[in-house]
């Protein structure tokens, strides 16, 4: 492979110089490492990393920095300069993924240069406080639960008198048993079985168990790819070095990461034939995170389309094959948690956020406004009475969608997307790190450049609804204003060099050429 320090800006696709000699084709789309976006991309990560220290969800009581010599970088000023920095080196990361992508969609870069760009912007990550949430601290609290004998599933943290684990808790989840499945609790209770109550240990524990999603992204991704028609570079460039996974999966961290990353895989396993041992893994993603089962019945169908009988007699063999090895492998799961099935009834937790990215919470939100004008009636009325509209209309598009993907094959696992990401923002409740649900999938489909371009719009305002400490932001109006701005032009600067049109000279991102599946 060739190395070379690649220029940010793509060069037309037209020679603009009268009577120039066009260079070859092969020239253009000759395979390069672009070492100096990979770079760029580096820097932002490690800029992250250092101004996490005062920016970030940082701990109550912090003995690396709290009260040394740097510990004015957590307060005025000094937080602010650290917060600045912590946006500058957002920004570095999104400009290198950017940058990426249009060397994607142009030819020239292949797979294996995003996978180190990913690795790149992905270790100091690994290193850093956590940015953008404080779950990480919820996640070390519920597995220091059951250490001290408590039931994740009964009580919340708030009953620990574990001092330096209870404090980084946020007081809204104070009293809220662990809506996860036995094997999060299970890495959970390993994670605190080594790191006792040392915080900052915990966290970067936590994150090396939970990358482990990223890698299996990443192995699966071939196969999604060859399964469903996209192109591996874009697939990877999407799903593994976008700053939804860079930044928020990682960086976070959220348990998401290790859901998706089985979900993928076992999705693969299906449609490869590997059919016993892709559902064992699909369960193993259900016992991470109840979402996965969204996309099970999905997967009975591509089942069901590998055997040779009549369709219902398929799809009986499938069904009853794919819910005994669930049943079983979701036991095994259990039983080796050393936990119960008590998290059932804690899946209604996220129910209790209230924000506006959930379309029917939103909707609410708006009617309320809209009749708070003529009466003073309460939010919650009218929030409930959209959520359960929302809950009727996304039940009947997962029945939708389930009974069209009867045929199998690729096409449903497209469904299944769908459905994922139905979920994700019709459900009560929606966080930013929920779309990558069906993203994961979907990242191995055929996608066209404009569509592209929308996607990293969505991705880059999604990581900024929320501060660098873990805050919504969603409700301060201005700041969303310049967060959509600022995602809107990332979106734009996939297809052109200047999308502010500062210098006329330059020219789209190969005008005319070929979309990104063929």
């Known amino acids: 492979m060739t190395t070379t320090t690649d220029a940010h800006g793509v060069p037309p696709a037209v020679s603009t110089v009268k009577n120039a000699t066009p260079a070859p084709a092969t020239d253009r789309r000759a395979p390069v490492f672009p070492v100096r976006t990979v770079t760029?991309?580096?820097?932002?990560?490690?800029?992250?990393?250092?101004?996490?220290?005062?920016?970030?969800?940082?701990?109550?009581?912090?003995?690396?920095?709290?009260?040394?010599?740097f510990s004015w970088i957590r307060y005025g000023h000094g937080r602010m300069l650290a917060t600045l920095v912590l946006y500058t080196g957002f920004a570095l990361v999104v400009w290198a993924w950017v940058l990426l992508g249009r060397h994607v969609l142009a030819g020239r870069v292949g797979a294996r240069p995003v996978l180190v760009a990913a690795a790149?912007?992905?270790?100091?990550m690994l290193l850093s406080p956590p940015v953008f949430s404080r779950d990480a601290y919820l996640y070390i609290a519920y597995g220091t639960l059951p250490l001290h004998g408590y039931d994740p599933y009964s009580v919340g943290p708030g009953v620990l008198d574990v001092d330096p684990v209870v404090d980084n808790v946020d007081s809204f989840w104070q009293a809220t048993p662990a809506p996860y499945g036995p094997l999060f609790i299970l890495l959970a209770k390993g994670v605190i079985s080594l790191s006792g109550t040392n915080m900052i240990t915990g966290v970067i524990l936590m994150k090396l168990g939970l990358v482990i999603g990223v890698a299996l992204m990443a192995w699966a991704m071939p196969g999604l790819v060859r399964h469903l028609g996209g192109k591996l570079p874009v697939a990877l460039w999407l799903a593994v070095a976008g700053p939804m996974t860079v930044v928020h999966l990682v960086g976070g961290p959220h348990n998401d990461v290790l859901m998706v990353g089985l979900l993928a895989v076992g999705t693969v396993m299906v449609l490869d034939r590997k059919h016993v041992l892709g559902m064992v893994v699909l369960t193993l993603a259900v016992a991470v995170k109840a979402t996965a089962a969204v996309a099970l019945p999905f997967l009975v169908w591509v089942w069901a389309g590998h055997l040779t009988s009549t369709r219902w007699r398929n799809f009986a063999r499938a069904c009853a094959a794919s819910l005994g090895i669930f049943v079983v492998t979701f036991a095994v799961a259990t039983v080796v948690s050393g936990v119960n099935l008590g998290w059932i009834s804690a899946l209604d937790a996220p129910t209790a956020i209230v924000n506006w990215l959930s379309i029917p919470t939103g909707a609410g939100e708006i009617l309320h406004g809209l009749v708070g004008i003529f009466a003073d009636l309460p939010k919650v009325w009218f929030v409930t009475l959209m959520r359960i509209v929302g809950g009727v209309v996304l039940l009947w598009i997962l029945v939708r969608q389930w009974w069209q993907a009867r045929d199998g094959g690729p096409d449903a696992v497209r469904r299944a997307a769908i459905a994922l990401f139905a979920v994700a923002i019709l459900s009560p409740a929606t966080l930013p790190w929920y779309l990558v649900w069906g993203a994961v999938i979907a990242a191995a489909l055929r996608w066209e450049r404009r569509q592209l371009a929308v996607l990293v719009t969505v991705a880059v305002f999604l990581v900024l609804t929320y501060t660098p400490a873990g805050d919504d932001l969603l409700y301060n109006w201005l700041f969303m204003a310049l967060a959509a701005g600022v995602s809107i032009l990332a979106g734009l600067s996939l297809l052109r060099r200047d999308p502010l049109n500062l210098f006329p000279t330059h020219e789209p991102l190969l005008p005319g050429g070929p979309s990104v599946e063929r």
């Open 120 to 124: 790149c912007w992905t270790v100091p």
């Open 40 to 69: 760029l991309g580096t820097i932002g990560s490690l800029l992250i990393f250092v101004s996490a220290l005062g920016a970030g969800a940082i701990l109550a009581q912090d003995p690396l920095v709290g009260s040394g010599p």
